[in-house]
């Protein structure tokens, strides 16, 4: 694979993105202060701590820009849980070393959630959406004396063979660190081929589709629109952690079969106690309900919610609906936040 043909459109995607921000698309982010950085990361918080404000830890995918969960001031996880009263912590990735994998981020995991247990005075409730959700589901089942509690928000945990879009990348017989080992990094515009050619109805003729819908509201249109141009807004992904996602956890399941470790510690889904909320669409492509009830089951927990979502018009891509959509904003977080005040008062 040309590695320099993969570079080449990932600086054409940048230069779209720069387009849409100068024709009035650009994020519309909240006011934040910055804490710490650390090599592929930059922790930022969002309001004043005090000894009575539940402390929430947002953790992105990291493969594009976390503003996904600031959009804009009606799009917005982040706006929404400063209006329910919380103290928010955003965990921005950054580029990172190619030999970055599971256990980096789990240590930088752990630095945030130190750095917040030292200032709120309080262990963090963690909101995480898909490949976010899988480091945060090891980070907890290696420390679940220091989550407050965990929503998973379509995140994919268990694979096997004919699960949705995961078929294609079980079925391939290339090596994942073959291509990381060519990669070194892996370019954010291969990575949006990989989606495409696992899962072509949701990355690319549903994204149609609700532009079509969204044409009939400006709201919608806008925010279809905003959410495109921050699919162009990507950085590399460290080879060694795609290869251990593709590898290890897709193609071997390794998390579920309890077979996963880090620096020669299991990781065990059966490990989490502390309360857990799984949000899933239940016609998912991207992550089927297969990949998360396997997971939502085995975890200990005695507190633990389903949730189901439907979908919004105005996302871009239904796999988005649930941080940006308005059906989620309205049904959605709103249980999410009761659930978490609840668990805070216990």
Same mark, same amino acid.
């Given at each position: ?61 990291? *493969? ?13 996880? $982040? ?11 955003? !965990? ?60 998973? *928000? ?39 081929? $990989?989606?495409?050619? !696992? ?67 299991? $990781? ?79």
């Amino acid at each position: 694979m040309d590695k320099r043909l993969f570079n080449d459109m990932d600086q054409a995607r940048r230069l779209a993105g720069i387009w849409m921000d100068a024709t009035g698309f650009a994020p519309v982010q909240s006011s934040r202060e910055f804490l710490k950085a650390e090599t592929g990361l930059r922790l930022w918080r969002y309001g004043a701590p005090n000894e009575s404000t539940p402390a929430l830890l947002i953790v992105p995918a990291p *493969i594009k820009r976390h503003y996904i969960w600031d959009l804009s001031p009606s799009t917005s996880v $982040v706006r929404h849980a400063l209006d329910r009263g919380f103290v928010v912590y955003l !965990a921005e990735w950054t580029e990172a070393p190619k030999e970055y994998g599971f256990d980096a981020y789990v240590e930088l995991l752990g630095l945030c959630v130190e750095s917040i247990e030292n200032e709120a005075g309080r262990k963090p409730h963690l909101l995480t959406h898909s490949l976010g959700g899988i480091l945060c589901a090891i980070y907890g089942a290696l420390n679940p004396s220091h989550i407050a509690s965990l929503s998973l *928000i379509e995140t994919p945990l268990h694979f096997k063979a004919g699960d949705g879009a995961f078929s294609r990348l079980l079925a391939s017989k290339t090596s994942a660190h073959d291509i990381a080992e060519n990669f070194g990094s892996i370019p954010g515009s291969f990575l949006n081929l $990989v989606s495409a050619m !696992a899962s072509p109805d949701e990355f690319i003729w549903q994204r149609d589709h609700d532009f079509l819908a969204a044409t009939r509201n400006l709201h919608d249109l806008r925010s279809h629109l905003m959410a495109m141009r921050w699919t162009f807004d990507e950085f590399p992904l460290p080879g060694r952690l795609f290869a251990q996602v593709v590898d290890e956890l897709f193609r071997e399941d390794r998390l579920m079969r309890g077979e996963l470790t880090i620096k020669d510690r299991p $990781v065990k889904p059966e490990e989490i106690t502390f309360p857990l909320t799984v949000v899933m669409n239940p016609r998912g492509q991207v992550i089927p309900p297969q990949s998360m009830l396997p997971f939502y089951e085995a975890v200990a927990s005695d507190e633990k919610q389903l949730i189901t979502y439907e979908g919004d018009v105005g996302v871009g891509l239904q796999h988005l609906g649930a941080l940006i959509g308005r059906n989620a904003h309205r049904d959605i977080w709103p249980r999410i936040f009761s659930w978490v005040d609840a668990r805070e008062d216990v």
